[in-house]
């Protein structure tokens, strides 16, 4: 019997999102309808899944929520925009468009840089919906298939040193993005009046029902892990020799999220499936796609992501099928070493000469507050920069490509914005909170709104045990366990579960190539910087050499240490 129908049987009936996709004309639903009633500022409930495709999400403000309830007001609805940036490459004429559209027509004036390389604007009122898509369209930016059950941004090493090298990642990562973009006409219909695209209302890689959830695919650039791969289902592992870009190692089958309490749901990393050359790399994405849209599961979508398919069928059997259909055999996979992550803050200089600036952007907020005018900082950047920006998967901005007599110029102004602070601590960059509160609808806990102040605990936790400056632990918060902060490949991680409550996880390593685990459920942060103090105490007094944290507490049996996901990380 044919694999599909017997999966079909297995799982039960499809989910109601299974209905709307099948029912939505390739996406378009009603909301070029929806779009001019004005009696409300939100999206039917069709529509406000649809919209995701789009790469919007319906949200309101949830600190002003139930003022507005008793008032008898509806939710104040608005939408957030994310947009897609394979790479996070944006130039500074584009900049200057999404820095005045930012300023004119969102609630909340700001920029938010995301952990995927891309911008999100929050608090787009209805009206302002179309005037948005069409911005964006003059300076060739889309949301396409930023949200959704469907390819999302395709992230690439921000690696400015290696420009060759990085230049052709890129090329890839783009590459990789339009072939696994949907071909509906949807957009262009909706959001930008009817103009055309060159394109049918066929999907032949995504399916009229596009994919069972989400997916996400990176371009890595080794040893730097950046991009945090084990977060996504379909990683294409750059391979080069003298500088130039032969091929891949594909791993498929990474991500973090799960759900309280369910532990059919957990965080998992991706498998080696093997190396491919140049010219199978789109062969290869789309297979791997198809296998994962025909076995993927359409009744849970909390089981529905590639890594739970692999759980399910085992990962040979799910790799035979990819080489099936890509028709083709992966060769063995080739050595690669991932040594760190994060960004390197500050200048560097590329193997051409240039010079690359990287901005430390706390959470990604690009705000005018009145000590700090970061966004302005980087608007008054674009205005005399001649290189691009390069959005970083850490939330943060590189300015690339200066060449030498503009440095000083372009530094003066990123200190005069505060848009670099020489005290800023290598904790605090290596720390990152996801949105949270109050735009977040599943925010449990605060997150980028608690971790600055969490982050000056912890830097003065570290130098009362005994440690320099320069010491550092990768932490992160996430509001929920859907894991948008990455927690679950951090050395500390802080999982949202109620207000000012916590689970404490613990064990990440530094090349973010393992998982951590739960060490203390439900606590308050201040029980979690009192078990901090505690366990940096004994880092200090017993670590070896310069023993990361994280290796130390699996080492010193803290904590177990996660091989296998489904096996270890609930055990
Ligand atoms: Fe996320 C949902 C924000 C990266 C896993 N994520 C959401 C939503 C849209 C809430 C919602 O569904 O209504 C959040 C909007 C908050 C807001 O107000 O902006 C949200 N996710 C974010 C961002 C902005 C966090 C940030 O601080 O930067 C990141 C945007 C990335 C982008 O540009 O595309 C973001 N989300 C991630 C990541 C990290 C990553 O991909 O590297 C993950 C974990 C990796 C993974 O997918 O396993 C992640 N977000 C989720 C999930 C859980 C998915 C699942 O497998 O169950 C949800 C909820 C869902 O999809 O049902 C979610
Ligand atoms: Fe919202 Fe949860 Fe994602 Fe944070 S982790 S942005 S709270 S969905």
Redesign the pocket.
Known sequence: MDKQVVLDQELGSFSDNERLKGESNFLRGSIAKDLTNEITGGFDSDNFQLIRFHGMYQQDDRDIRNERAKQKLEPLHNVMLRARMPGGVITPKQWLAIDKFATDHTLYGSIRLTTRQTFQFHGVLKPNIKLMHQTLNTIGIDSIATAGDVNRNVLCTSNPVETELHQQAYEWATKISEHLLPKTRAYAEIWLDGEKLETTDEEPILGSNYLPRKFKTTVVVPPDNDVDLHANDLNFVAIAQDGKLVGFNVLVGGGLAMTHGDTSTYPRKADEFGYIPLDKTLDVAAAVVTTQRDWGNRSNRKNAKTKYTLDRVGIDVFKKEVEKRANFTFEQIKPYEFTHRGDKVGWIEGIDGKHHLTLFIENGRLLDAPTKPLKSGVAEIAKIHQGDFRMTANQNLIVAGVPTQYKQQIEDIAYKHGLIDKKTSQQRINSM?????PT??????E?ERFLPEFVSEVEGLLLKNGFDEQENIILRV????????RAMLAEVGL??KAPDKYNLYLGGNKAGTRIPKIYKENISSKDILAILDELLAQWHSNRNDSEAFGDYVIRAGIVAEVLVSKRDFHA
Not at 433 to 437: L, Y
């Open positions: 909170a996801c949105v949270s509160f977040c609808p599943l925010a449990m806990a997150a996430t509001g929920c366990p859907n894991g948008c902060g999982v949202g």
